[in-house]
């Protein structure tokens, strides 16, 4: 066996041109005498040459003006202004409060019916109950806290088999579910609780009203709502506006497509 | 060090970071994305860069943690809503159409984490050692991955007429 035999790695890093000149040369003459070698490293050159070249006409999608580096600084300053007015209109819209403004603000918002706003009306009971805030807790029968009866009792229900979503990746562990009944037929509300007690929660029901692909966000009295409708279902996830964990909760589910 | 990035730099690596994002997803909006927050984050926390490692390197960096952060988080999430799926939605992206080449249509047969490997060190021409910062990964680990990618992508190629691998010298 040749001692000087060079491992895998060395192997590899001569592909790569990652050898420093003495072993370069020093690989040179080992691969001479070993064709086996020389026949692997020779494919890999190979390989990596033809994806270099492949790869290369790869690069030329045509131009995206949003991805342009003005584009892109405009947007994240527009961004901060649009929080700051937001936070100002808040700001008017609590002073008018005292003059029967809020009110009539609700009466309009009434009126309007936003889509899934009965996911919105449930987070305000439920998510601020502090004492029964849920029907079905996951470890109910002394399980896990996977969420597994849960699922059961609202597949049976839904007349759908689910799985929970995990937002453990955000701190918000599942709470559990409770089912209410809106014009549309049953719907589930599912919450999750972090351990300084907020909440968001996930809201879904039949939905034949509103077209399929409908989706959107919406911020009102300090709740952020996305919502979307999908095969047949309406889907809302509600959150706190002033938590960043919700728009990053709310990006991490798939919306319409 | 400069106060910010100039879009100058930016604009050219702009190609390289967006073939990245579109191989470690696989589908166009969703590189999108990845380049659109890629790009957002760079801007706003130039102040964290090191300035040892090249923008390139850096670049690439935030763009992988993003992808795989995105990825443990929606996976879980995904499952779920397949359970609502009716139909897969297995609509063909138009690059699929344009992937003629065998060896392209290879690459993309790879995982994730084989393609990034492989075309950070043979196409972009990454250090062992910037590939393995970039990848959050031990130089090690960044030496066998590369090994099984390069090894994988010869079994897409050719087939079972590839060569048996090499062990590994212990």
Redesign the interface.
Known sequence: MNTMRPSEDELHAYVDQQLDPQRRAAMESFLAASPEDAARVAAWRRDADALRTALAGTMSLPMNPAFDPAAIRRRMRMRTTRRWSMAASFVLVMGLSGMGGWFAHNTVMNRAAPPMQDAVDAYRVFATDSVHPVEWRPDANGGSDSGGDLQTWLGARLGRPMSLPDLGAYGFKLMGGRLLSTDDGPAALILYEDAAGQRVSFYLRPSSRTAPGTQGQRTDKGLQTRYWFRNGYGFAVVGRSSDPRTTEIQDAFPSAT | MQAT?S?EE??EL???L??FA??LTREPSSA?DL??NC??RA??RWQSRDPQASLRAWLFTIMYRQFVD?R???N??????E????EP?LAPSAEDAVIA?A??EA?GQLSPDHRAI??M???E?F??QETADTLGLPLGTV?SR??RA?SA??AL?EGEA??AP?R??K
């Open positions: 990035i879009d930016l604009r702009l190609p390289r967006r073939r579109q191989w999108d380049v659109q790009l957002e801007l706003s995105s443990r988080r929606s879980r999430i995904q499952r779920f809503f359970r609502f799926q009716e939605e080449n060896s392209l690459f492989l075309l060190v043979t196409v021409g250090s062992y030496m590369l090994s390069r992508y010869r190629t590839s060569p090499l590994r010298i």
